[in-house]
């Protein structure tokens, strides 16, 4: 399920999104997955907003989150202009988290991966915003789960976000020292992941901190994949960017990632965005 949010432009963007989506049907009766992209994000020239939401117990949080994160971390950005992004990103998880918790019946939770592709000056250069050539693009990312951004470097898979399992060690030592247990890899034997937004149900053992990174984007940068774990489950981060590194089309990348976690075996619903930079 995708909530775009973007207008015709007239003129050619710096990057380039495609997305494909697949519930699986041979195992999945609902898709659970919901994607959201925004040009020009916080009305701001060649900005981009990218996002994946993989959702459990339901897709109640992950279509909130689809529908509602991009419109708080805009908020958040123009109202706080001299904070750090990832500091941004880092609140709007938490409003996030809380809003579905106050405003949604059930137990429903999300995993998410978002990206915010931006131009900025360089702290030490005195020029004006307007001053197109002093530029540098930044990509900020956050995280809660195990849904997944990965960037394409000079031939090289780059992780930028960190999976939040519970069968990770240092995870499994915050959740315990909340007072919860993990158990067959799962938080109080339930749930796979540690970090989400939403599931009320385990408030205080699965948090909405996201894990954040902040990266300069480079010639050396061709593209992003930010997917679910439907396709992370079944290939690793290198195999993926090379399976798409000579496709030309996002599109096509994103439908190519889809098919490959299906004839993997992949008994998940599947959605992968590919952004070309």
């Avoid at 060649?46 to 939401?53: E, K, Q």
């Avoid at 880092?90 to 131009?119: H, M």
């Avoid at 889809?258 to 619903?269: P, Y």
Wanted: proline share 2%; hydrophobic share 40%.
């Amino acid at each position: 399920m995708s909530t775009k949010a973007s207008d015709e432009q007239h003129y050619k963007l710096s990057y380039r999104v495609g997305v494909a989506e697949n519930k699986n049907a041979k195992f999945r009766k609902t898709m659970e997955d919901v994607h959201t992209y925004v040009k020009n994000f916080a009305s701001r020239l060649d900005w981009g907003y990218f996002a994946v939401f993989d959702g459990h117990a339901g897709s109640q949080a992950s279509k909130w989150c689809g529908s509602h994160l991009h419109t708080v971390v805009e908020q958040l950005l123009v109202e706080n202009e001299a904070l750090d992004v990832r500091d941004i990103l880092n609140k709007s998880f938490l409003v996030l988290d809380e809003q579905i918790n106050t405003n949604l019946p059930g137990n429903s939770g999300c995993t998410a991966a978002v990206c915010i592709l931006r131009w900025e000056l360089p702290d030490n250069e005195p020029g004006q915003l307007t001053d197109l050539a002093k530029h540098k693009r930044k990509l900020y990312t956050a995280n809660v789960g195990d849904s997944r951004i990965v960037l394409f470097r000079k031939g090289q898979s780059v992780r930028l976000t960190y999976d939040h399992k519970a069968s990770d060690i240092l995870e499994m030592q915050r959740v315990e020292k909340a007072g919860g247990l993990i158990m067959k890899s799962r938080v109080n034997g339930m749930l796979a992941v540690t970090r989400s937004l939403g599931d009320k149900f385990f408030d205080g053992l699965v948090v909405g901190n996201p894990f954040t990174t902040s990266v300069e984007i480079t010639a050396d940068d061709e593209f992003l994949i930010l997917a679910c774990d439907g396709l992370w489950d079944v290939i690793d981060d290198q195999e993926a960017c090379d399976l798409i590194k000579d496709i030309k089309d996002p599109d096509e990348a994103a439908k190519i990632l889809v098919r490959c976690a299906l004839e993997n075996g992949t008994t998940d619903n599947v959605t992968a965005m590919v952004v070309y930079l």
